[in-house]
C-alpha cells in the first residue's frame, strides 16, 4: 500500500531534550516536506527536499534541522525544543519535484514539549 | 505569502451549495485543494493549473482566475461526508520544486 508513514505518532517531552521524528515513503517520491499545524493557522511549511541531498527552508525553518540521505526517508530534528515548538507535524510527498503535483500526507505527528 | 481563504467558517444543512475562496497576492502556477477531517491528514482533491481551468469530481468543483490570482471551490447538494477544513495550497512557480503554501482553512459543517 502506497504510504507515508510518520513515527511517533504522539510524543510528550522536556525542553530541550533532542528528539527525532521520521517520516518514510514508499512512492519513489523525490519530493518531500515537513508541515507544522496550528489552529487558525493552517499548515506552515517547515522544510522541503526536492531530492537526496537537497534540502530548503520553508516559512517557519527556526528551531528545526532536516536531512536527506535516501530517497525514500526525510526525518525532523528538533535539537533543543521548546514549547513553542508543540504542534502537530505532517509529513508529506509527491511525485515530482516539478509543480502542479499531488501531496501525500503522513497521518501526523502530535508533539507537546514540556 | 500566505493565501486568504474565505469565508473561514460555514454551516450547511444537507443538500445546500457552499462556495469556498482561495486568493493570493502573487502570480501564481498552481492551486491545490485538500479536505481533512477532524484528526485526521489532509486528502487531495483537485490541482488546477494556470490557464483558466476548471475541474470537478462528483458534485465538488473548482476554478482558478489566473488574472485574478483566485481560485474557488464549490460544493454543490453537500452531504455529510464533505464537513471538515479546507484549504487551498499555492504553487508561485514550476520551478520552485513543488513548495506549497497553504492557506488557513475553511471549516465547513454539514447538518442533517
Known amino acids: 500500500e502506497a504510504q507515508v508513514t510518520q513515527n511517533p505518532r504522539y510524543l510528550i517531552t522536556v525542553t530541550g531534550k533532542k528528539l527525532t521524528v521520521t517520516c518514510s515513503q514508499n512512492?519513489?517520491?523525490?519530493?518531500m516536506s515537513w508541515y507544522r499545524q496550528d489552529p487558525g493557522l493552517g499548515l506552515r511549511q517547515i522544510y522541503y527536499?526536492?531530492?537526496?541531498?537537497?534540502?530548503d527552508k520553508g516559512d517557519v525553518p527556526e528551531g528545526y534541522k532536516v536531512s536527506r540521505k535516501e530517497k525514500r526517508n526525510f526525518p525532523l530534528i528538533l535539537e533543543s525544543p521548546s514549547p513553542n515548538q508543540t504542534s502537530l507535524y505532517f509529513c508529506?510527498?509527491?511525485?515530482?519535484?516539478?509543480?502542479?503535483?499531488?501531496?501525500?500526507f503522513g497521518d501526523g505527528t502530535r508533539l507537546s514539549i514540556l | 505569502q500566505q493565501p486568504v481563504q474565505s469565508p473561514q467558517a460555514v454551516i450547511l444543512r444537507e443538500g445546500e451549495d457552499a462556495v469556498i475562496n482561495c486568493s493570493s497576492s502573487?502570480?501564481?502556477?498552481?492551486v491545490h485543494w485538500y479536505r481533512q477531517k477532524h484528526g485526521e491528514a489532509p486528502v487531495f482533491l483537485m490541482i488546477?493549473?494556470?490557464?483558466?481551468e476548471q475541474k470537478g469530481h462528483d458534485k465538488i468543483s473548482a476554478s482558478f482566475n489566473e488574472k485574478k490570482q483566485q481560485s474557488s471551490l464549490y460544493l454543490t447538494a453537500s452531504q455529510l461526508s464533505y464537513s471538515g477544513t479546507y484549504f487551498c495550497?499555492?504553487?508561485?512557480?514550476?520551478?520552485?520544486?513543488?513548495?506549497?503554501?497553504f492557506g488557513q482553512g475553511t471549516e465547513l459543517s454539514v447538518k442533517p
Open positions: 508529506a510527498s509527491s511525485n515530482w519535484a516539478g509543480g502542479g503535483q499531488p501531496q501525500h
Open positions: 512512492m519513489n517520491h523525490e519530493y
Open positions: 527536499s526536492m531530492n537526496v541531498e537537497v534540502t
Open positions: 502573487k502570480a501564481l502556477y498552481s
Open positions: 488546477l493549473l494556470k490557464g483558466g
Open positions: 495550497g499555492t504553487e508561485v512557480s514550476y520551478n520552485q520544486g513543488g513548495k506549497l503554501i
